[in-house]
Every structure is written in structure tokens, then in C-alpha cells.
């Protein structure tokens, strides 16, 4: 048996979409996790104080030693490490102990990467012997040609059971119910259309807030009388998908691929690089923003689910661990 050290990028989270990813990185990993004993640790909040990797206890040895540590998705690549929050909160001085980690269906952040100390940082906590997971082809390329080390673009961790078969199984016609999203920020005339869309599409509309900020956001906007409005929890979202027959329509990228998972039609709504990019290679049914008056006709349009995933490269990636199941 073998220690194993899981990043988990749940906690202390602002989005819920998180705690989506790491129940399915737990689920792809789970040959490996079972039969070892796994360690977990945060990615959001700092694991360790310098003073503490200075001192080197035994407690610290045991996170160091661990054979395998893996870092569980999300957008946790930021091009700017000297940022005042990164996802990833770790420094120069205190990610020793997470040397060698291997990312699992990794995204990077927007904008360009311009600083010596992101770079190093990076090739100081991970791993340069395995290939890297990666969710999308930019980030593939940012790990190999900015970072220098080996990756693969196996698309997003929570897509990898969306196979051919599955995706035969999603409704193609619409439901009398949805469930949406918006993602916070300033108010944006496109998700009143968005809201009033729905509204009109179908009988009944219902509403997750997937991140912190989100049920705030909703109630600056008109004609929301009637929509029901679902607790802000993935086990609530997961009992409600579970239980109603539903389409998903919104901006939350996790919250439609998690209603996909359930065998919900779902429309993702872009607004930024992270579905953009994951629609380039593994074809969501998705419509940017800027589009959002075309929302109405695909709504009533009978919608075909056809996720493409490389399995090769799926399966490439995980035989590098064969060894530890």
C-alpha cells in the first residue's frame, strides 16, 4: 500500500463547480485511490506556512513522500502566480512538499504568460517525469512549450464517461422543465434575455446558484417571479437532477456538464476561454453570449448530445499509474 496525495480544489471554494470536479476526479482515480491510502490537502487555501517546510517535520515528510500526488482540475493554472490570490495558493517558499504533483484535467487561466517566477514555480511543484492531464488544447500547449514538461489533452475529468453510448441516452426534445445558471458580475441586458427566454420556453424554472454570489446576482433582474430557486449545494443539484426530468440552459460550465452526467439535454450559455476552449475538441452543445437571441430556437429544436472525447488519450494518460492500482 502506498501513500497517495490528492489536491483537493473543493475547499474553500467559491464555486460549487469544484466540488462536481472533484467527485469525478475521486471517480477516475478511484483503481488507484482504493487500494493505497490517500492523503488530502487544498489547493485554494494555503496547505503549509514556510516556517513549517523550514522545520521539515514528520508530518511534512509524510505529504513529501508520497508517491503519487495529484491535482484535481479546475482552471488552477494562473499565468500570473504573483497575483494577490491565486487558485492555487502556494508560494516559492512553501510548495516543496507538493513537489512532483501531476495534474488531472487541468485548465489554465486567461491572458499571457509573462514572469520568470510563475514559470519557475511551476517546474519546481510538478512533475516532470508523467504526462500531465490537461483539459483543453491552449493548456496543453501552455504546459509544454511555456512550462517545459509532458502533457496530454484528455479534455475535462468530468467529461470522460460522456462516451458515444451515454450521450445516445440524452433526450434530444425539450423538457417542461429547466434548471439554469448565470454566472455574478455586472448586470448584463443578455441574461435578462436569457431569463425572460426561459421563462416563455417552459412550465416550469428553476434556478442553482453554483457559485457565491450567484443568487444575488439573479434578483437584480425583472420577470423572476415563479422561478424556484434550488439550495447551493452539488448534493442538491444532484438530487434534483436525479429526480426530475429536466433540461439544463446556463453559464455555469460544470453545472451543464453535471446535468449531461445525468442524462439532462443541456445548453452551455459561453462567456469565457473555459468552455470556448473545451467546445474547440470535445463539441458541447453551446451558444456564446453574444448569441443569446438565437437561444429560443435551439431550445425548441431537437438537440443531438455528441460529446467527442479522445479515449486513446485518456487511457494513455492513466496506464502511467497501472503500477499503484
Not at 446576482?217 to 417571479?225: E, R, V
Not at 437532477?241 to 460544470?254: Q, S
Request: charged fraction near 25%.
Amino acid at each position: 500500500m502506498q501513500n497517495i496525495l490528492l489536491l483537493d480544489t473543493s475547499v474553500g471554494s467559491q464555486n460549487k463547480g469544484d466540488d462536481i470536479i472533484m467527485e469525478c476526479v475521486r471517480q477516475e482515480l478511484s483503481p488507484i485511490l482504493k487500494n493505497n491510502f490517500e492523503y488530502t490537502l487544498p489547493t485554494h487555501v494555503s496547505p503549509f506556512h514556510w516556517y513549517q517546510v523550514w522545520r521539515n517535520s514528520f508530518r511534512l515528510q509524510s505529504y513529501s513522500n508520497c508517491r503519487l500526488k495529484f491535482v484535481g482540475g479546475t482552471n488552477i493554472l494562473a499565468k500570473n502566480m504573483l497575483t494577490h490570490y491565486p487558485q492555487w495558493n502556494i508560494n516559492l517558499f512553501n510548495c516543496k512538499p507538493l513537489s512532483g504533483s501531476i495534474l488531472v484535467g487541468v485548465g489554465a487561466g486567461a491572458g499571457e504568460h509573462k514572469d520568470w517566477y510563475t514559470r519557475r514555480l511551476y517546474r519546481k511543484v510538478l512533475n516532470h517525469n508523467y504526462y500531465h492531464s490537461c483539459r483543453d488544447e491552449r493548456t496543453k500547449q501552455y504546459v509544454e512549450n511555456i512550462l517545459g514538461l509532458k502533457a496530454i489533452n484528455t479534455g475535462c475529468v468530468t467529461m470522460w464517461m460522456l462516451t458515444p453510448d451515454f450521450c445516445r441516452s440524452i433526450p434530444t426534445t425539450k423538457s417542461d422543465k429547466v434548471v439554469f445558471t448565470l454566472t455574478n458580475g455586472k448586470y448584463d441586458e443578455r441574461d435578462q434575455i436569457l431569463i425572460d427566454t426561459l421563462k416563455r420556453s417552459y412550465k416550469d424554472v428553476y434556478f442553482w446558484p453554483q457559485g457565491i454570489s450567484d443568487y444575488d446576482y439573479l434578483h437584480a433582474y425583472n420577470n423572476i417571479d415563479g422561478i424556484t430557486i434550488l439550495p447551493a449545494s452539488k448534493q442538491a443539484y444532484d438530487r434534483f437532477l436525479t429526480d426530475f426530468d429536466t433540461d439544463y440552459v446556463g453559464t455555469r460550465l460544470h453545472g451543464g456538464i453535471y446535468a449531461m452526467r445525468h442524462k439532462r439535454r443541456s445548453i452551455i450559455i459561453i462567456i469565457d476561454e473555459r468552455a470556448r476552449e473545451i467546445n474547440r475538441s470535445n463539441n458541447l452543445v453551446c451558444l456564446e453570449k453574444n448569441d443569446i437571441t438565437q437561444l429560443e430556437g435551439i431550445i425548441n429544436s431537437e438537440i443531438e448530445t455528441k460529446i467527442r472525447m479522445d479515449y486513446a488519450k485518456i487511457n494513455s494518460w492513466k496506464e502511467q499509474f497501472k503500477n499503484y492500482e
